[in-house]
């Protein structure tokens, strides 16, 4: 059996955020879109995807910081 390389990890790659709006952020990396971060009231939403309308929910936290590691996280697998 032979395994594909390890993909660089997303905590070592350079993240670079972008303001959209008062309200939303675009995370990605150099060429590449990891999701969004919402500003709900007082709590921040994070979105996996590269295209807000299909980007899918993975948490609500309390500070910015927590939903860009949730953004900037993989899914892991087994």
Same mark, same amino acid.
């Given at each position: 059996?032979?395994?594909?390389?390890?993909?660089?990890?997303?905590?070592?790659?350079?993240?670079?955020?972008?303001?959209?709006?008062? $309200?939303?952020? =675009?995370? +990605? &990396?150099? !060429?590449?879109? *990891?999701?969004?971060?919402?500003?709900?009231?007082?709590?921040?939403?994070?979105?996996?995807?590269?295209?807000?309308?299909?980007?899918? $929910?993975?948490? =609500?936290? +309390? &500070?910015? !910081?927590?939903? *860009?590691?949730?953004?900037?996280?993989?899914?892991?697998?087994?």
């Amino acid at each position: 059996m032979t395994l594909d390389p390890p993909e660089v990890l997303r905590h070592n790659a350079e993240v670079v955020t972008s303001i959209l709006s008062d $309200v939303l952020t =675009r995370v +990605s &990396t150099p !060429g590449h879109v *990891l999701g969004f971060i919402q500003t709900d009231g007082d709590e921040f939403v994070a979105l996996k995807g590269n295209h807000v309308t299909s980007a899918e $929910v993975v948490g =609500r936290y +309390s &500070t910015y !910081g927590l939903a *860009l590691e949730a953004v900037r996280l993989r899914k892991r697998s087994l």
